[in-house]
């Protein structure tokens, strides 16, 4: 194999499908990126057997043919070269590979003449349809600090999709909050799908698509996401992701707007002293027209601030993690939110007042009586 590329379109390559990359792994080739040129277009491809990140450039061939290649070595030597092209050539089948840059060359040992294990391919014919540009963006940032963390229930590390008459729904939950939102998708007029994606779909497809619209297809068994000349695409996770509309409360004893960055503020501050009490706990009490919010911590200090709240409803008084309230104020787009108590030991509904798809539900902590 013999080809000519820019220095900045082959970094930037390596670089997107070399995420797909696990540090640990137990086949020695998933550690390497698979450069395949033919036709004057180079492909790009890395996998962790779960996931596969895939890359086209436009290159001077001169001799096609396919080489794996350390993803981590060649990527920070790309990165690193100080010529606007170079020239790759791999010498035989044993996979050793010179880069040239300039007067100056590097020799990279590959992994001889294997390839890449094959993904599995799409089974059934997949419904593909069209996400404008940005707007993986924001299901990022509106879902996947929600996803489990732990391995205690693998199907929570993932985001529940349900492909509905003209819209796309999304949720994420760990067990304790709970984000939703959906996607207008008024040209689908299919069968009702549901399915639960790694949250590194999510990831790659924000970053994918941030400047351009992306084509997602759901099949039996992956999900791809392709947009310009890339493409990622996944395997479905097993397992049954809980019934989650059960949770969303109907009915709320309190309701009003609150400015995000006063908020956001009172509960930054509290939370300085919550952090450090073993409950990480704030106190939120409602009266009509404001919200008072307090911490404690025996040994630091305590924390009490009031903020404007036009509300409507009953006094209430409640505890919260107060890490979970500013990962969903950190999600929204406008300066109000809407905030929804249902009760005590109840849910709190935090909705964007720009964005009125996307809610989030937070579950209070339990008081000692």
């Known amino acids: 194999m013999h080809f000519y590329a820019t220095q900045d379109q082959l970094a930037k390559a390596l670089s997107m499908v070399s995420r797909a990359i696990m540090p640990q792994n137990n086949l020695p080739i998933l550690s390497g990126v698979q450069l395949e040129a033919r036709d004057n277009v180079l492909t790009l491809t890395a996998t962790d057997l779960f996931t596969t990140l895939q890359a086209e450039i436009a290159v001077e061939v001169s001799q096609p043919g396919y080489v794996v290649l350390p993803a981590t070595l060649l990527t920070e030597l790309v990165q690193r070269i100080p010529t606007a092209t170079l020239e790759l050539e791999t010498e035989d089948s044993s996979g050793k590979t010179l880069v040239k840059y300039g007067k100056n060359r590097a020799t990279l040992h590959g992994f001889g003449s ?19 540009s940005g707007i993986f963006a924001r299901l990022a940032r509106e879902l996947l600090f929600a996803c489990a963390k732990d391995e205690t229930r693998p199907i929570l590390k993932g985001v529940s999709i349900k492909l509905d008459s003209g819209r796309l729904v999304f949720a994420t939950t760990d067990g304790t909050r709970l984000s939703h939102t959906w996607v207008a998708i008024p040209e689908y007029r299919g069968e009702v799908r549901e399915c639960v994606v790694p949250a590194k779909i999510i990831a790659e497809a924000a970053r994918l698509s941030s400047a351009e619209d992306a084509q997602l297809t759901l099949g039996r068994n992956l999900i791809r996401v392709q947009t310009g000349s890339a493409v990622v695409v996944s395997r479905l996770l097993d397992g049954q992701y809980p019934d989650y509309q059960r949770v969303i409360p109907q009915e709320f004893v309190v309701q009003g707007r609150i400015r995000v960055s006063d908020f956001r503020g009172a509960l930054e501050r509290a939370n300085l002293i919550a952090a450090r009490d073993r409950t990480s706990s704030v106190r939120i009490h409602h009266q009509v027209g404001q919200l008072d919010i307090s911490a404690s911590a025996a040994e630091f200090g305590q924390t009490h601030e009031s903020v404007e709240f036009d509300s409507h409803g009953q006094e209430l008084d409640l505890l919260f993690n107060p890490t979970f309230l500013l990962d969903a104020l950190k999600s929204l787009e406008g300066e109000e939110a809407v905030l929804e ?9 935090l909705r964007d007042t720009e964005n009125a798809q996307y809610s989030h539900i937070v ?4 008081q000692l009586v």
């Open 341 to 349: 108590f249902s009760g005590i030991q109840s849910p709190l509904r």
């Open 363 to 366: 579950l209070p902590l339990r």
């Open 114 to 132: 294997e390839r890449l294990p094959e993904f599995q391919s799409m089974e059934g014919p997949g419904d593909t349809i069209t996400i404008g």
